[in-house]
Nanobody, 119 residues
Framework: QVQLVESGGGLVQPGGSLKLTCKPS????????MGWYRQPPGKQRELVAS?????AKYGENMKGRVNISREFPSTVYLEMTNLRAEDTAVYFC???????????????WGQGIQVAVAS
């Protein structure tokens, strides 16, 4: 089964920027929708941004400070600016894709990548 490979997390100072990247571990037939979620410590997972059919949606948590983009065929980026301490969380990539032409469309999740905002 395909795995999702996330990169770009780490420790950043308040006001700083990070760019997260996610892509499948191998080529797939087609990727439909792509998204980033986050789970702050002790809280539930929440949507940060998603993109599908050429339309991007943003959660209220980072609106105006985040941009999601896609590089065909299956890479998704999350550019985050003006980061705050409350943005500290594990960030998860989600891709809705069809592995092979005969496969069902399924949701795949990355293992999560830590983003820590601290001075």
């Amino acid at each position: 089964q395909v795995q999702l490979v996330e990169s770009g997390g780490g420790l950043v100072q308040p006001g700083g920027s990070l760019k997260l990247t996610c892509k499948p571990s191998r080529s797939v037939f087609y990727t439909y929708d792509m998204g980033w979620y986050r789970q702050p410590p002790g809280k539930q997972r929440e949507l940060v941004a998603s993109i599908g059919g050429g339309t991007a949606k943003y959660g209220e948590n980072m609106k105006g400070r985040v941009n999601i983009s896609r590089e065909f065929p299956s890479t998704v980026y999350l550019e985050m600016t003006n980061l705050r301490a409350e943005d500290t969380a594990v960030y998860f990539c989600n891709l809705r894709l069809r592995e092979e032409y005969y496969s069902d469309i399924d949701d795949f999740w990355g293992q999560g990548i830590q983003v820590a905002v601290a001075s």
